[in-house]
């Protein structure tokens, strides 16, 4: 069973390279579920519930977020308009799941896949260099207690390295795929870990890559040359979409392989 893993998407230019090329990627690997993270997919910051819907008609089962969640504050009544228990789109938006408690939202979603493979997504924060997450060590564990599925993968939006891997060996043969996002660089060590989970450090953005991470590279230089606070707004320069591959068996959620994907245009 083949699993395509989207990083965080950036603005108009990161949409529309994902709507060039997730079709053909889909139908070339025959994946069977589809996950990406949309938390700069609005301009840079958050996500819209009309953009959701949009990235769900590409063929996009469950969409994950994280720091930026809040930036757009549609998405909470989005959030509000469907019970825990609903399959609907709305549900299948994440916000990440150690916030604090009673925020809107979810940051788990448990579906079947058009075979019907049950299977489980979490979206996770870390805390180094971050605010407002809980420890995401623990709180994944207590998710995990409640998830029958076998196939799971997690979306971890962290900033720090070492946290990142030191979640891929916490998980390491309790999940599918540890995926992590928010500094959007690729970086070259996917690997499938000894116990069977997928991992890599980041997947890198789906966005404009001539920029400082998805901004346009002016605003940033200035800000880093002068000190002054500016406006951020998004690049749209040599967009490329990052993404990951997993292969995984669907009885044992264990993975085969992760193949990195960076594609232009
Ligand atoms: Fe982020």
Not at 100 to 120: D, I, K, M, N, R
Request: hydrophobic letters at 40%; proline letters at 5%; aromatic letters at 6%.
């Amino acid at each position: 069973m083949n699993i395509l893993f989207v990083g965080d998407i950036f603005g108009s230019a990161g949409r529309k390279i994902v709507r060039d090329h997730i079709a053909h990627i889909c139908e070339a690997h025959a994946v069977e579920l589809v996950i990406v993270n949309v938390e700069n997919a609005a301009g840079g910051f958050g996500v819209t519930p009309q953009i959701a819907e949009d990235i769900f008609d590409l063929g996009a089962d469950v969409l994950t977020t994280g720091n930026h969640v809040w930036d757009k504050r549609e998405l909470m009544e989005y959030f509000s308009s469907v019970p825990v228990e609903s399959q609907e789109r709305a549900r299948r938006v994440l916000r990440p799941v150690n916030l604090q408690p009673g925020l809107p939202g979810h940051g788990v979603f448990e579906g079947t896949t058009g075979s019907g493979v049950p299977y489980a997504v979490i979206n996770l924060m870390g805390r180094v260099f971050m605010n407002g997450t809980n420890d995401p060590f623990h709180a994944v564990n207590d998710v995990l207690k409640n998830i029958a599925a076998k196939v799971i993968v997690v979306d971890f939006h962290a900033e720090a390295t070492s946290e990142k891997v030191a979640m891929g060996w916490h998980l390491d043969g309790r999940v599918t795929a540890v995926l992590g996002t928010h500094t959007h660089i690729p970086t070259a060590d996917e690997r499938v870990l000894p116990g069977g989970t997928a991992y890599q450090t980041d997947v890198g953005m789906s966005g404009p890559y001539d920029s400082v991470i998805g901004v346009e590279t002016q605003l940033v230089l200035h800000r880093f040359l002068t000190g002054m606070p500016g406006k951020f707004e998004a690049a749209k320069g040599n967009p490329k979409m990052c993404a990951a591959l997993v292969t995984c068996d669907p009885s044992t959620g264990r993975a085969s392989a992760i193949q990195r994907i960076m594609l232009g245009e």
